[in-house]
């Protein structure tokens, strides 16, 4: 089993920018992929970024390229997510999540934090 507990939300003016922390915990944590994800109310949850175990390989949804950075520190177990000019139909539910399998943790992962609320503010 991995634990996620996400960090880092808030309320941000439009253009703005936040970091969003993921600590993991469990015997296997420093293994898995890890991902974000967010979702708004009334929408679907929607994939923002990726990147694998070693931290080496990054994958980003076309929305935020350029303008988010996903990283992690094993040292840490945390997975941060540094996103700039913010705008407010980012504003939803943030989840981290985790899988063993690189191809999975984009499309369908195992494991989910609970989420941090970030709103963007027009």
């Known amino acids: 089993q991995v634990q996620l507990v996400e960090?880092?939300?808030g309320l941000v003016q439009a253009g703005g920018s936040l970091?969003?922390?993921c600590a993991a915990s469990?015997?296997?944590s420093s293994s898995q992929a890890m991902g974000w994800f967010r979702q708004d109310p009334g929408k679907e949850?929607?994939?923002v970024a990726a990147i694998s175990w070693s931290g080496t390989v990054t994958?980003?949804?076309d929305s935020v390229k350029g303008r988010?950075?996903?990283s992690?520190?094993?040292a840490k177990n945390t997975v941060y997510l540094q996103m700039n000019s913010l705008k407010p139909e980012e504003t939803a539910v943030y989840y981290c999540a985790a899988?063993?399998?690189w191809r999975r943790v984009a499309i369908n992962p195992t494991y989910w934090g609970q989420g941090t609320q970030v709103t963007v503010s027009s």
């Open 7 to 9: 960090s880092g939300g």
């Open 19 to 21: 970091r969003l922390s």
């Open 26 to 28: 469990g015997r296997t």
């Open 45 to 47: 949850r929607e994939f």
């Open 59 to 61: 994958y980003y949804a």
């Open 68 to 70: 988010v950075t996903i």
């Open 72 to 74: 992690r520190d094993n």
């Open 99 to 101: 899988d063993p399998t």
